[in-house]
């Protein structure tokens, strides 16, 4: 599966679009990471709990929209993009997006 922020694939040709290709997930901090992560905002710093959270999740959203597009029949996704937001009060979404296309590998 070729993943690329761009809308081409070097070295391929898209020889169809096959619809968007999506993943999300939902994640929720807990009171441990909170109580730690407020006293390292308090001192200044990475909030690396956080960091690592949202790195899990972005991970995760990438592998769901993986997964669709297999789905799809896909071997490519072209123009991925990640969005976040806030779902509740504690916890963020994270979604990985993008069109899934079948390629043909250039030959030379």
Request: negative net charge; aromatic residues 2%; hydrophobic residues 35%.
């Amino acid at each position: 599966m070729r993943i690329v922020t761009t809308d081409t694939v070097p070295e391929s040709e898209i020889v169809e679009s096959l619809g968007v290709a999506r993943g999300n997930t939902v994640e929720a901090r807990n009171v441990g990471r909170d109580i730690t992560q407020t006293l390292r905002n308090l001192t200044g710093g990475e909030l690396k709990a956080y960091s690592e959270l949202m790195s899990k999740a972005r991970d995760e959203a990438l592998d769901r929209m993986v997964t669709d597009a297999e789905s799809l029949g896909a071997d490519g996704v072209v123009n991925v993009r990640f969005e976040t937001s806030t779902v509740i009060d504690g916890g963020a979404e994270v979604i990985a997006y993008g069109t899934a296309v079948r390629l043909r590998e250039e030959t030379r």
